[in-house]
């Protein structure tokens, strides 16, 4: 009579590194090579070993994979590898130039080692509603592009998150890349991050917007909020709402309130859902007063 | 060999900063921590643990179709001794046989040659157990105290009774009421919890791992395992952090890996992980308290009456002692003929609460901080006003009627504390949560003592002892070896004795060690806790080290000089002319080669007048008291209602400083510790369990949150314990929740009344509309 084997640790994983984008889809095409693929890890290795996630056979491992770790800019977008790192997010100029609040969102994630290992493609397929780098994807109305053997397909990213740590991916496809339309002229970009403690938080709240003044009001205004719903979310209505009016104090109340009326948030072990209903609101009225102020 | 001597003026070792003498080993990587100690043939020990917070447990059954050929189970069948953890109250069992009083509490050990095995083997014992209902949280704790405290199983309780404070409340012009309440803490030490047990071939047993009590694992293993105390032996490895965390605890560590080593024999090791090591060992015990305090409108105290709750976990274990230093805090500062305090423990169906830094003083010294700044209010008077007032000085009597005879440094640490914060003039900017277009500022502060080593006549029945041993060294030199149970757990003990050591026998630091505490070699100078090192064992060692100079100054004298004394100053012996006799090292090696080594014991001893009445609570309850005051300046975001914390300003009374640069490293930690528990670490009971059982959940400060410390020390010397160390370690940890809850009430106008102050409770206490700046969605 043997042992009968109930548990599993990491060394029971079997690991591959394909070294090019075709090696890793060809792997992931057949369901007898298929694995997990790991794009840093820092998110699935914390629940294997949590058990939150059960351990899995295999993993593919497709954070080297040279195609998927290039930053390029085009005219009027930025496209960004999915193995690219949260560090290499903060550093690239591009990224800063076209999408600031990504890369302010990406340098306030766990500390340096995390943002080394943690890539795009992981945190945003790990699908957690507190993943920072939601709020500043979403805000740019671009779009993830998968890949398979058969081919490439390109979904929004407004409708990329299903719900809770669903993503609409085939079980054969991997990120490849994210396409951004990068800041106009005139337009800003406002970020926030509520934690319990000034760095390697999990955030409580936090949330980025872009937008435009025009004239004394409001001519562009997109704003998203994570960690307060099963997703990070845009909020259309309080965007719709606020185009073409002025800011000042009675339309950052109504923006608040609208803001604080239009999320449902629960209670974990990082806050309370009254908390964050209430600074779901202040964090919108905070974005609303940086663009006023920006924009002289 | 007579040349004149150079300088013979004495070179002090005490009170220099030196460096660490421990630093090399740890920045290079070669200290041995338990998990790095090589034990060849080691299996690996896992704990079965209850799935029920309470119940009866029936049976114990493994799996049949599980392969146990190559794993050893332990059960209560298999203790040689008595199934029971000798601490106080002798409640706990070592493995459960019958009642259950936590989830999580062992019903059985196992041991398998990997790590692997013995948790999947763990899996398969089945219990079946008959489940009762729970008392989980200290909420519904104290609504049953308020209900009837008869529905409560209490562990332990005592009162102080000075005066009459029920009737001197009656006749105060004011009266003054506040609730306080604080939550578990994590000690969060870097090194998880870790030990060895190795089985000798003379039936003897050895310990070897992370702790900060050799000599508590003895005497209860003694128990356990029915062996005389002479084959057990107990090592210290190096230890990272324990913070009271790896006071009581281990020996239960040290008792499973030896019930394990000895049916398996063969070594058993077990290393807690992180997550196992926040479910399953103690915490800083949950504490509710409330007081009632009688006053003149002049701001005289007439009567504090103070009822001090404690949520002792399943077990008794040390929480009498935690409570008896609670109690003795709880209203400890303040010139007041009549006190009363009611102390409590009661139990709850959670991990048994332990030693943490500070052991039940910061608990108390929260709710009376914070009640004193509405004291000063009730009065119209200034916080630092009203505690310059009231604050006990020397010759003053505390609240168990001892006497400040000596070394008080009250009121000078408040006076300085004030004057070094700007505090008059920032109180006056401080803006009470009106609306303006920044942040809302606020300066808070809080005065407060420790009492220096253990509670009551402790020290005076304990009596610690030490030795030092003069022997040659790894390099053939004569080397002063500490020979105490004293350990070094990143606290600074491997330098400070050796500070000492080489002060009192006037020789170079490099020519004194303090090795890795064993039991095989080293007399009990106690548990590393209370505060106690510094001065008890730190003036034991002193007096050894003078014993030693001066038989060594005989014995040169004897065979060398003809009868002409000699001084030994700076390692070398001077006659009475100035000249240069020999050196230490001559005289030393001399002294091996015709007599041997040398070793010189000496014995910690107390000022007779101090008495203590451990059944009333009357008397000096400790030999002296550390002073401190903190001030805190925070910063509230009515954005987002998040604190943050400016600058911390203390002055402390820690009596002679032994090594400065160590003791502001002492406060600046604990400080930051302080920080955590005041505004940040949470950690909840759900399901019977820790909730934020991970570092990704359970948060503490990061060098981020550290805000601007300025720190300073006023010496009054304890004068009974040469060098006149008082004691550091502990309080950091005291003061500074109460000074941030003072300053955030400056800052808000909101009176925060349970730890940690996080903008979840702000927000709630702000809406609830009780008090301060009704703050609803769409002001600001």
Known sequence: MSPVSTLKTFEDIDCTFPKTLQEALELMADEKTRGVPLAGGTDLMVQWESGALPMPERVINVKSIP???????????????????????????????????????????????????????????????????????????????????????EVKLTEFWKGYREIDRQPDELIVRFRLPRLPE????????????????????????????????????????????????????????????????????EAEQRVADAVKPIGDIRSTAEYRKWVSGRLVRLFLEELAARSG | MSTKAKASKRIPRVGQGVARLDADEKVRGLAEYADDLQVPDAWYGYIVRSPVSHGRLRALTLDPDYDWSRIVVVTPDDIPGENIVDMMGRDMPFIAHDEIQYRGEPIALVAAPTRKQAREAA????????????????????????????????????????????????????????????????????????????????????????????????PELCVTLDLPPEKIRVKQSAVGGAFGGK???????????????????????????????????????????????????????????????????????????????????????YRCDHVWVDGYVFRTNTFPSGAFRGFGAPQAVWGLESHVDDLAKACGMTPHEFRLRNALREGDVTPTGGVLRHSVGSPAVLTQTVERSGFVEKLSRCSHGRVSDGKWYGIGMSFFAHGAGFTGDGEARFKAKVALDLE??????????????????????????????????????????????????????????????AMVVGSTVYGAAQKMKKQLEEYVTREFTGGQAVQLVDGQFLTADEKVAMTFEEAATHHFQHRGPLRVYDQFRLPDYLQWDQKNFVGDAYPSYSWGCNVAEVEVDPRTLEVNVLKVTGVYDIGKVLNPVLAKGQLEG???????????????????????????????????????????????????????????????????????????????????????????????????????????????
């Open chain 2, 123 to 218: 899996a398969h014992v089945r219990a079946d157990i008959e489940e009762l209902p729970p008392l989980l949280t200290l909420g519904e704790m104290i609504d049953r105290y308020k209900r009837d405290p008869s529905e409560l199983h209490e562990l332990c309780a005592q009162t102080i009774r000075k005066g009459d404070a029920e009737r001197a409340l009656e006749e105060a012009e004011l009266v003054v009421e506040g609730e306080y309440r604080a939550g578990h803490q994590e000690q969060l030490y870097i090194e998880p919890q870790g030990m060895v047990a190795v089985p000798e071939k003379d039936g003897s047993v050895f310990i070897h791992g992370s702790m900060q009590c050799p000599y508590f694992i003895n």
């Open chain 1, 67 to 153: 195609e998927l770790r290039e930053i390029s800019e085009a005219d009027n977008e930025v496209v960004i590898g999915g193995s690219v790192t949260h560090m290499e997010l903060r550093q690239s100029s591009a990224v800063r130039r076209a999408v600031p609040s990504l890369a302010e969102a990406a340098a306030t994630i766990g500390g340096f080692q995390i943002q080394i290992m943690g890539t795009l493609a992981g945190s945003v397929a790990n699908a957690s509603p507190a993943g920072d780098l939601a709020p500043s994807l979403l805000i740019t109305d671009g779009t993830v592009t998968l890949a398979g053997v058969r081919g490439e397909r």
């Open chain 2, 670 to 780: 604990g400080l930051v510790q302080a920080l955590g528990y005041a505004v940040m670490e949470k950690i909840e009971i759900k399901d019977g369990l820790f909730d934020a059982s991970r570092m990704q959940t359970y948060v503490i400060p990061t060098t981020l949150d550290i805000p601007e410390f300025d720190l300073d020390f006023v010496e009054f010397p304890y004068e009974f314990a040469v060098p006149g160390a008082k004691g550091v370690g502990e309080i950091p940890m005291n003061g500074l929740g109460p000074a941030i809850a003072n300053a955030v009430e400056q800052a808000t106008g909101v009176r925060m009344r349970e730890l940690p102050i996080t903008p979840e409770t702000l927000f709630a206490a702000m809406t609830r509309g009780a008090s301060g700046p009704l703050l609803r969605t769409g002001t600001a």
């Open chain 2, 472 to 533: 040659p060294g790894e390099d053939g030199w004569p080397v002063v070896l500490v020979r105490a149970s004293s350990t070094e757990m990143g606290q600074g003990t491997f330098t400070i004795l050796p500070q000492v050591a080489a002060d009192g026998l006037c020789i170079d630091l490099n020519r004194v060690r303090n090795p890795y505490p064993d039991t095989k070699y080293v007399p009990n100078s106690g548990p590393t806790v209370a505060s106690r090192t």
């Open chain 2, 247 to 333: 006071e009581e605890f281990p020996t239960l560590l040290a008792g499973y890996c030896a019930l394990l080593a000895l049916k398996a024999k063969r070594p058993v090791k077990i290393i807690y992980d992180r997550h196992q090591d926040i479910l399953y060992s103690t915490k800083r015990h949950p504490v509710w308290s409330r007081y009632r305090t009688g006053l003149d409108k002049d701001g005289t105290i007439r009567a504090l009456c103070v009822e001090y709750v404690l949520d002792g976990g399943a077990y008794t274990t040390l929480s009498p002692v935690v409570m008896y230093r609670g109690i003795l805090h709880a209203a400890m500062g």
């Open chain 1, 186 to 253: 005139g337009h800003y970009e406002s970020w926030r991050k509520l934690g319990a403690r000034k760095a390697q938080a999990i955030s409580k709240v936090m949330g980025s917007s872009r937008g435009r003044m025009k004239d004394g009001v409001v001519s562009c205004f997109k704003v998203a909020l994570g960690s307060i719903a099963p997703t990070a979310v845009r909020l259309y209505d309080v965007e719709q709402w606020i185009v073409g009016q002025p800011i000042h104090d009675e339309t950052l109340k």
